[in-house]
């Protein structure tokens, strides 16, 4: 009879945490920074299709770096949650908190029950109604662990250098134009990246329910040039 | 609550009613109501014009020969480039209403591009299709869909029976108990190639006297300034007609009114 190796359970996690960020730092990050106006994430994505960034509801946006078919079907559950609880109680109910929550436990989960942990993180921003420090920008970890960032975060490969470059640039009452742009300069580095290499969106504070908008490359190449 | 997530054998898609009762909200079934007692909504209309649509519907709701409600709200926008417009039972055509919002926008996120104007108009035909059993005790409910096509770049609009049977129409098109006076009035003042302003004096003169020769529809109730609901749909999008504008329109009905009868 052969007997199962025994395996500590913190090599355990540790051989599995290697892997998701193995898998994660393949991929090309993102970012997503506060502006006067609203949020806005700006992805490095070539592919003009296969979206990384979303809209979930109302005033909540989706992003996710790693593996596409595993963060897309993140991003289909959380718009499933979140017109269920707007069609059952209200629209005013449904908030970012309570998602990255749910997408924290449904990480945690596959990260210790799993046959593999996913190999994604992921982004939950929801701009607020005055502006006034109640933007929302939650940064969810392929092991389920949530981090709630003020001003701006980065995900996926080289993230440590992105987010160096990011706060580096960072101020208060930046306008869009200026966001993106710094958005664009945190991910490329020394490189240089064109707006046909980007997948930019905001949230939009105002007056329309829908706040979520996607930026066209001709528009993004304005905002870079501006 | 955790999250839905499926196998994709048994994923409900992009169709919101099946998720719904995929995740155990279900809508329980009505029986032993009398129509009577039940809040009713009446005359609806739509007309294509050069740009677009105009929608437009009465405010009243009644639950027998009692005036239930004097300001609902029967034509909604169902999104951007289209809106709904609705007759028969209140409480199931409300509830219709938010399902079908919920179902394009969930479509349109889920699947990444929003559904084509006759996708929409076929997505409808299968809720008042649900709502057969009501239907069947006289709860019925009779929308009227309309939009702007912005494929084809022309106003379409569709009526449906309490089946769910879905039809097409070329200019205009009414609804509800008053429908016969306004669809008359429609027929006789249409023009093809109507403007903007033309449409919405029209579509305002057939509520008028589809409330003058029906008591189940409401005119416009001065007193209270409640007009109404008109809306236009064109290549902008939905657009809710003001009520300054309505005043007015409907101010000229009325002098052209006391003219021929003094």
């Known amino acids: 009879m052969s007997m199962p190796y025994y395996v500590a359970p913190e090599q355990a996690m540790k051989d599995r945490a290697d892997f998701a960020r193995k898998g994660i730092a393949r991929g090309r990050g993102l970012v997503a920074l506060r502006h006067g106006g609203g949020v806005v994430i700006v992805a490095e994505n070539a592919s003009q299709s296969l979206r990384k960034v979303s809209e979930i509801y109302d005033r909540i946006a989706f992003a996710g770096v790693g593996k596409y078919n595993e963060f897309d079907q993140l991003r289909v559950a959380g718009i499933r949650q979140a017109e269920l609880t707007g069609y059952q109680y209200s629209r005013d109910d449904v908030d970012a908190r309570t998602l990255a929550n749910d997408y924290a436990q449904l990480l945690g989960n596959s990260f210790t029950h799993g046959m593999k942990p996913m190999e994604v993180e992921i982004l939950v921003a929801e701009v607020g109604l005055s502006g006034g420090g109640d933007d929302q920008i939650f940064h969810i970890m392929y092991d389920g662990t949530v981090v709630d960032h003020d001003d701006a975060c980065a995900l996926g490969g080289d993230a440590d250098a992105v987010t160096g470059r990011l706060s580096d640039g960072f101020r208060e009452g930046l306008d869009l134009a200026g966001a993106v742009t710094l958005g664009a300069s945190a991910l490329a580095g020394d490189r240089s990246l064109s707006a046909n290499e980007l997948e930019v969106a905001t949230l939009e504070r105002g007056d329309d329910r829908r706040c979520f908008r996607r930026l066209g490359a001709d528009e993004v190449a304005a905002l870079l040039g501006s | ?262």
């Open chain 2, 1 to 262: 609550m955790a999250l839905p997530v499926f196998e994709s054998a048994d994923d409900p898609g992009t169709d919101f009613s099946r998720l719904l009762s995929r995740a155990g909200v279900t809508q329980p079934a009505v029986g032993g109501l009398r129509p009577e007692d039940i809040p009713h909504a009446t005359t609806c209309v739509a007309l294509r014009f050069d740009g677009g649509v105009v929608m437009g519907g009465d405010r009243r709701a009644t639950s027998g020969h009692l005036i239930s409600h004097r300001s609902m709200e029967k034509v909604v926008q169902a999104d951007s480039h289209s809106g709904v417009a609705i007759a028969g039972a209140a409480g199931p055509a409300v509830e219709m209403i938010k399902l079908f919002q919920v179902q394009l926008e969930y479509y349109e996120k889920v699947q990444g591009n929003a559904l084509s104007l006759e996708g929409k108009a076929n997505q409808l035909s299968s809720l008042v299709r649900s709502n057969l059993p009501g239907a069947m005790q006289g709860l019925g409910v009779v929308p009227i869909f309309a939009g702007f096509d912005t494929r084809r770049e022309t106003g379409r609009l569709w009526d449906y029976d309490v089946l769910g049977g879905r039809y097409e129409e070329r200019d205009h098109v009414a609804t509800g108990s008053g429908s016969l006076h306004a669809g008359t009035v429609m027929k006789m003042g249409y023009r093809s190639r109507l403007d903007r302003d033309a449409a919405v004096a029209l579509v305002c003169r057939s509520l008028w006297e589809a409330a003058e020769a029906d008591s189940a529809t409401g005119g416009p109730d001065m007193v209270r300034g409640i007009y109404p609901i008109v809306a236009v749909i064109d290549r902008d999008g939905w657009d809710r007609v003001g009520d300054a504008e309505l005043e007015a329109v409907f101010t000229g009905i009325v002098s052209s009114a006391r003219e021929s009868s003094s």
